[in-house]
């Protein structure tokens, strides 16, 4: 039996019907671009976050980077990142002309480490940017100890880990402004591209809401030179249909990763994922790591079994960051974490016989 890396149908399917109705309003009712839909999701998402606001934009990529400019920071900055992280992170810090400070992660959760950030911290730190990975959330309790003892603010990328929880706390909710994405296979995926910034700050969401829309509040009047980021109504129709089945596709993401965690414990050399204490992880991805990744990637391949890395080359070593000066080993823990790690198929609805496939698959692998 094949089994496909990620497949939408399970989820998509059953709704299509209320999907389809919601976009079909929309093109009936003629307005496209910051409607009563955006407003709706703006509020339900803000909700579902735990956080006061939420202002809806483009992509996830543009949350991050209009968080740092709303926040003031800028060329000079220093902005505390994770050195195991999805590019987007470091682009963000560089578009508003600020240096990222890559710290390396715990071993374990593949999480910024706590215990490293206060050894990054200069006279120029602005900021700390926690990304919880693969869908665990960051010690948020430590980061916001660290961020108020040295007086930096924190803009979570909470792209992979919406509705996970730091001590009961939920992520989108710790930070000065927090940006997520939409991607469509993200956890809550649109239909395109889209994003979202959520914040308990009045003014910062404000700040947002015109740096999105030509620094604009008033059409026609622009108070500063600011961006075109708008979430669109046909995108914003879809995440609110989509947010209500969220819980529940959660539910199945980590009912599947127990399935995993069974089936894989000892087997060869595999190391399934580790969630740190007080942590939620909500599985946008199922990682695990094996000094046999390739071998072991190509055997399941072979096999008709979809396999990703997440990722493959840490961003200190892109060509993108050639000028920032970091050599092959000088993030090890990010370097092993690329040569070892492998992302296994993951998706809501997926059944405990494609998971025993891909589980059978990898123990035939290491016999
Ligand atoms: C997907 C992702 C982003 C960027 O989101 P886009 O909507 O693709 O721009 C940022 N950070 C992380 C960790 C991501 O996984």
Redesign the pocket.
């Known amino acids: 039996m094949a089994v496909p890396f990620l497949s939408f149908a399970p989820q998509h399917n059953p709704i299509r019907d209320e999907v389809l109705a919601a976009l079909a309003r929309v093109y009936d009712s003629q307005w496209f671009v910051l409607g009563e839909n955006v407003r709706a999701f703006e509020a339900a998402y803000s909700t579902f976050s735990g956080a006061r606001y939420c202002i809806g934009v483009a ?4 949350a ?1 980077h209009l968080s740092l400019l709303a926040l003031g920071v800028g060329p000079g900055d220093e902005v505390i990142v994770p050195s195991n ?2 590019i ?2 470091w682009l963000a810090v560089s578009y508003v002309g600020a240096t990222v400070v890559p710290v390396e992660p715990d071993p374990a959760s593949y999480n910024l480490d706590p215990r490293r950030i206060e050894a990054a911290i200069t006279e120029r730190t602005r900021a700390i940017m926690p ?1 919880h ?1 693969y869908g665990q959330a960051c010690e948020m309790r430590p980061i916001m100890e660290i961020a108020r003892r040295h007086n930096l603010l924190v803009i979570e ?1 909470n ?2 880990a919406q509705g996970a929880t730091s001590h009961g706390g939920l992520t989108g909710s710790f930070g000065h402004a927090n940006g997520t ?3 469509p296979g ?1 956890n809550l995926g649109a239909l395109g ?1 889209a ?1 979202a910034i959520t914040t308990n700050d009045e003014e910062i969401a404000r700040k947002i809401q015109t740096l999105r829309n030509y620094g604009s509040q008033r059409k026609y009047y622009n108070e500063v030179i600011g961006y075109n980021s708008r979430l669109d109504e046909m995108q914003a129709a879809a995440l609110s249909v989509k947010l209500q089945y969220l819980p529940e596709w959660t539910r199945q993401r980590q009912q599947i990763a127990r399935w995993y965690n069974e089936k894989l414990q000892g087997v060869g050399d595999i190391q399934i994922p580790v969630v740190a204490e007080g942590s939620t992880h909500v599985y946008h991805l199922y990682v695990v790591r094996t000094a046999h990744r390739d071998a072991l990637q190509q055997h399941l391949g072979k096999a008709g079994i979809g396999t990703l890395i997440h990722y493959p080359v840490p961003p200190h070593l892109q060509q993108a960051y050639a000028t920032s000066g970091y050599l092959v080993g000088s993030f090890p823990i990010a370097e092993e974490l690329a040569n070892t790690c492998l992302s296994l198929p993951m998706w809501p609805g997926m059944t405990p016989e494609q998971v025993t496939t891909v589980a059978d698959e990898i123990g035939a692998y290491f016999n």
Not at 59 to 62: H, Q, V
């Open positions: 992509n996830g990529l543009d991050l992280t999805y987007a992170t990304v990975l990328d792209a992979q994405s939409f991607y993200k591209d994003g």
